[in-house]
């Protein structure tokens, strides 16, 4: 009976562990590849950027006869997941080469030089749409209201010279002070690091990482000692554990990635430390991040399951004949 008491106890160990070193081996495998960044994230990330925008401006001061989907369009039409994309790999390529030595800073940056390169396309595009929105007016009436912007286009003005005209102010206005890159905000590493950062974030998820594995398996084999004899009821005990450490996992993350009540309480739990988005953003997000983890756990721990149930299923019908 003692012996019973104990093997529980480590038994209820080795679920836990298990059920921890899960969790750490997901959010390792998820957020440390580079796939997770670039892949289906960068589309979720463009589509609410291409949302947000239109919000955050002051269409009915400014254009009252532009509306908010006119907006996305335009934005668009011009910017695309690509380039989403290209600024994300920019920095994760600077996470792998910026090297530290002697310092407690790492330096990172955004690059705005393929913003650059899309002046013409945008100056193409914003004449096409004022083409559309603006009316016909008179020479000096295009010039007086060209002081502050366009409000009218001249009559038998060409598409060719606007888009000249629009791009002299462009360069003008914005891309002539437009830096090359924007530096983010510095980050502190330990005074003793030599590396970068994605080797710094790679060694503490291996210790952790270790440190749990080494749990994990002690208290199995803690548990398969105190049991001891006969092998038969060693290996029942030890497919029990197997079996509820497993559906342990399984039931985590299935929860996670199907019950929207878990949603509802992580959002209302950090909605006021949250940027200001809509909810069904956030649940995008979540939806995302949980279907990749669940994808990376669930992919071992679902068939280790299936094959503790088969087995116990086994062994109950050979005992009962």
């Not at 001891?228 to 996992?249: D, G, H, I, T």
């Not at 200001?276 to 979540?286: G, I, Q």
């Amino acid at each position: 009976m003692i012996r019973k008491f104990f093997a529980s106890i480590f038994l209820l160990l080795f679920v836990s562990f298990s059920l921890t070193f899960s969790v750490i081996w997901g959010m390792y495998d998820t957020f440390l590849d580079r796939d997770f960044y670039t892949g289906d994230f960068v589309d979720l990330a463009y589509g609410f950027i291409v949302e947000e925008i239109p919000k955050n401006l002051n269409l009915e001061e400014q254009f009252p006869d532009v509306s908010e989907r006119e907006v996305r369009d335009l934005i668009s039409d011009v910017f695309r997941p690509d380039d989403l994309r290209f600024v994300i790999s920019d920095v994760l390529l600077q996470l792998d080469s910026v090297i530290i030595s002697n310092s407690s800073d790492v330096r990172l940056s955004l690059p705005l030089t393929w913003l650059q390169d899309k002046q013409d396309e945008i100056a193409v595009t914003l004449v096409d749409f004022m083409y559309e929105k603006l009316p016909s007016c008179t020479a000096a009436e295009f010039l007086r209201s060209s002081a502050n912007g366009f409000e009218c286009i001249p009559e038998g003005y060409s598409k060719d010279d606007m888009v000249l005209k629009v791009g002299t102010l462009l360069d003008r206005r914005i891309f002539s002070n437009l830096p090359t890159e924007v530096v983010l905000n510095k980050i502190d590493l330990p005074d003793d690091f030599v590396g970068n950062l994605n080797q710094l974030v790679e060694i503490v998820f291996k210790r952790v990482f270790t440190l749990m594995l080494l749990m994990t398996m002690l208290s199995f084999v803690l548990m398969s000692f105190i049991i001891y004899k006969p092998w038969q009821r060693v290996l029942r005990w030890q497919v029990r554990a197997v079996f509820f450490a497993s559906l342990a996992v399984t039931a985590l993350f299935s929860a996670l990635l199907l019950s929207p009540s878990v949603f509802s309480g992580i959002y209302q739990l950090l909605a006021d430390s949250l940027p200001a988005a809509d909810e069904s953003f956030y649940r995008s997000v979540y939806n995302f991040v949980t279907a990749t983890l669940a994808t990376s756990v669930l992919t071992f721990s679902g068939p280790i399951f299936l094959f503790s149930v088969l087995y116990l299923i086994f062994i109950k019908k050979s005992h009962a004949s």
